[in-house]
């Protein structure tokens, strides 16, 4: 705050039935912030930084602020539904790949900033390599498991036009987030 701001402040979020939300996105072309092929990566990592931290998400994917790219951000924290999550510091990843992904399963609660309202109980992978682009350029590999899986799982799903909602076993499994909190 007080910074000139390169964007404008109010950034909107796509919800469900915006076109975008079911697009493939776009490989990041360019690792040098500013470069109008890519809307400016860095502008894009600001935005979507915001946005998270204003909705108190702990992940977000480029295509949820409009940016059909494929851009995602991770920031595992510990939360009610996930006490033992472990605190992991929001990281970048462009053009992620999994790479492995365990054929262990487990369901868990996840919502979405782009699906108000909802919570859906989803079964996901309980480790995943994946392979990634960070911001400085360099190619890395993380191994991660349990909540950062499923919330990389999550947002991956959203650089290949799916959501939560495609992956539940049943209508059963959706439940309104007031519904849930009382649980
Ligand atoms: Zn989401």
Same mark, same amino acid.
Do not use: A, L, V
């Given at each position: 705050m007080g910074e000139t701001s390169m964007y404008n402040a109010k950034v909107e979020v796509a919800e469900l039935g915006n076109p975008i939300l079911r697009a493939q996105a776009k490989k990041v072309l360019s690792f040098v912030g500013g470069e109008a092929e890519d809307e400016g990566l860095a502008c894009i990592v600001a935005q979507m930084r915001e946005v998270m931290q204003e909705r108190n998400g702990v992940g977000i994917a480029a295509p949820q602020i409009g940016i059909s790219q494929q851009v995602l951000i991770i920031a595992s924290r510990p939360n009610e539904?996930? !006490?033992e999550a472990p605190f992991i510091e929001p990281v970048v990843m462009i053009n !992620?790949?999994?790479d492995v992904e365990s054929s262990q399963t487990e369901k868990g609660w996840e919502g979405c900033l782009s699906v108000p309202g909802i919570r859906g109980y989803v079964s996901r992978a309980v480790q995943v390599s994946v392979n990634f682009v960070d911001v400085n350029g360099a190619s890395q590999r993380w191994d991660l498991e349990g909540f950062p899986a499923r919330i990389f799982l999550h947002e991956y799903d959203h650089l290949i036009g799916l959501t939560f909602l495609d992956r539940i076993d049943s209508v059963a499994d959706l439940i309104s987030e007031n519904e849930l909190a009382k649980r």
């Open positions: 539904r996930y !006490p !992620p790949i999994i």
